[in-house]
C-alpha cells in the first residue's frame, strides 16, 4: 500500500512563504510524475506545480515566478516552494504522484490546507 503523506500548510499573511513537503512511502518500486494540485471553495481542482522524473518542472501561469517544485528522488519526496502568497492562493493542496507499487497508478494525498490573509 503506497501513501502521500502532505504537510507544510497554515496560516500565512499576504506577501509570506510557505514550503510544503509531499512524502510517498509503502511499497514504491519507481516513481513518476509527481505534482502539487490546489482546490479553493466551490472553485474545481486545478494543477499548480509538476515535476518529472528527471526534475523538468511545470507551473500554473498563476503561479510562475513565485513557487518552485522540487523532489528529492531518493526521498520519495516533492517539496513545493511558496513564497509572495497572496489571499487568491487560500485553498487546500494535494499531492498527486504516479507510483509503482504492483503496478503503475496515481495516488493522491489527503491535503493541506494553505490560507493567505489580507
Known amino acids: 500500500q503506497v501513501r502521500l503523506v502532505e504537510s507544510g500548510g497554515g496560516l500565512v499573511p499576504a506577501g509570506g512563504s510557505l514550503r510544503l513537503s509531499c512524502a510517498a512511502s509503502?511499497?514504491?518500486?519507481?516513481?513518476?510524475?509527481m505534482a502539487w494540485y490546489r482546490q479553493a471553495p466551490g472553485e474545481q481542482r486545478e494543477l499548480v506545480a509538476a515535476s518529472t522524473s528527471d526534475g523538468s518542472p511545470t507551473y500554473a501561469d498563476s503561479v510562475k515566478g513565485r513557487f518552485t517544485i522540487s523532489r528529492d528522488n531518493a526521498k520519495n519526496t516533492v517539496y513545493l516552494q511558496m513564497n509572495s502568497l497572496q489571499p487568491e492562493d487560500t485553498a487546500v493542496y494535494y499531492c498527486n504522484a504516479r507510483i509503482k507499487s504492483e503496478f503503475w497508478r496515481w495516488y493522491w494525498g489527503q491535503g493541506t490546507q494553505v490560507t493567505v490573509s489580507s
Open positions: 509503502g511499497s514504491i518500486i519507481s516513481d513518476d510524475t
